[in-house]
């Protein structure tokens, strides 16, 4: 089923009242397992053997009705934001003519989709019109939704939104990477807790020794999550601290690793240079590790955060995104932005301050979050 079916399936219960209702939990349940979240979980879980007894069915149902209301929660603004410029773009409606896909492709662009993205779904939209002589206004708003989901759809087949660990047995090392400010530490903090909670022996490494402040953060963190805090003194090398952390995490059998780097130097060629010299040293302990480079982005710099990542991609073997801050925009569009341009699985998404504000990925719940009110035929 493609992304824009399971989309309107979701509207149809919702608009029936079905979702809310009991008996569908065993239902939402298994939707659960086609999305990136239950994927992130059915990973993280691997090593838990057992079947799944009912309890823990209705379980993994109510944390997927969680997810969605989270979802919906963070996305209101995003959600408001595209459904004002939507709206307002088809109240100016007339005919489908040159106007209007000149008009669709800025409203587009200004919700954060990126150009060369909004020049093709408007020439898809285009083409759909022709095929099927489309002319109603309620129509080609479905159509226009229907055309971005597909879209978004199709270019993340293959994409793997799920964590990777190491084999039972060692250490799993995750590098959290970024520019100053986007909320890697605040990622690490959120993760070590979540992960505490699932039974998981996780160490940290400050290795933002540049910014002052960093380090104690983190700290903070840790004894929040109650997890230990490698640290070194002020203005410490940061591949030392994270020599230290490897070898201590090998040493005593920790589950996994989270390395906070800095997001500022001297320059970005230091810092790019200072991120090879960190991966290079978790190797020499661990040679298949790390298994995750995460990239933290912060989606209210839109565009901007396409260019960090582009800078950051060509320098150091970055296998996802962390999108942060998405409670704070209101021009969602830069997660399909992410997807057309970078071909990386955004595989975290960050919708406030506290840890549980941190979820697992998912398209579902995300396109679902971003246009719920915008179809009409349902
Ligand atoms: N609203 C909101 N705020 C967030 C989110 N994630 C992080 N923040 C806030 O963003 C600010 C910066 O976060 P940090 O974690 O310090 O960022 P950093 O990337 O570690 O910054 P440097 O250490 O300077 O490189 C903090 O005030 C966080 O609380 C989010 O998903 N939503």
């Known amino acids: 089923m493609g992304l824009f079916d399971i989309f309107k399936k979701k509207s149809d219960e919702e608009t029936s009242d079905q979702a809310v209702q009991q008996e569908d939990q065993p239902a939402q349940a ?87 993205l909004a020049i093709q779904i408007s020439n898809q939209v285009r083409e759909a019109v022709k095929v099927k002589n489309i002319k109603d206004k309620d129509q080609i708003r479905d159509l226009i939704i229907e055309q971005m989901v597909s879209q978004y759809d199709q270019q993340g087949q293959g994409e793997d939104q799920s964590m990777h660990f190491a084999p039972a047995g060692q250490p799993t090392v995750v590098l959290f990477v970024g520019v100053n400010g986007v909320g890697k530490t605040t990622t690490v903090g959120k993760l070590a807790s979540s992960y505490k909670k699932e039974g998981k022996k996780v160490l940290l490494a400050a290795a933002d020794t540049f910014r002052a402040g960093a380090v104690k953060q983190l700290q903070e963190w840790g004894d929040r999550a109650d997890v230990p805090v490698v640290a070194g003194p002020e203005k410490a090398d940061p591949a030392s601290v994270v020599y230290t952390a490897v070898a201590k995490a090998k040493d005593e059998n920790f589950d996994v690793l989270f390395v906070d780097t800095a997001g500022r130097l001297q320059n970005n060629v230091n810092l790019m240079q200072e991120l090879s010299k960190i991966n290079r040293v978790v190797q020499k302990v661990l040679p298949d590790a790390p298994q995750e480079v995460l990239l933290v982005l912060d989606a209210t710099t839109g565009q901007n955060a396409l260019q960090q990542a582009k800078l950051f991609q060509q320098s150091s073997e970055v296998t996802g995104i962390v999108l942060t801050k998405m ?23 960050g919708f406030g301050e506290k840890a549980t504000d941190l979820r697992p990925f998912s398209a579902e719940d995300f396109v679902y979050g971003m246009f719920k009110d915008l179809v009409v035929n349902k």
């Open 327 to 349: 409670d704070g925009t209101a021009k969602g569009g830069i997660v399909f932005a992410i997807r057309d341009s970078l071909h990386l699985p955004v595989k975290w998404i």
């Open 30 to 116: 298994d939707k659960s397992v086609e999305n990136a979240a239950a994927q992130q979980a059915a990973t993280d879980n691997a090593s838990a053997a057992g079947t799944k007894d009912k309890a823990n069915q209705s379980e993994a149902a109510s944390e997927t009705a969680d997810n969605q209301a989270i979802y919906d929660q963070g996305l209101s603004q995003s959600r408001q934001g595209f459904a004002d410029r939507f709206n307002k773009f088809l109240s100016n409606f007339r005919s489908v003519d040159e106007d209007f896909f000149e008009q669709l492709e800025d409203t587009l662009i200004g919700a954060d989709l990126g150009f060369e």
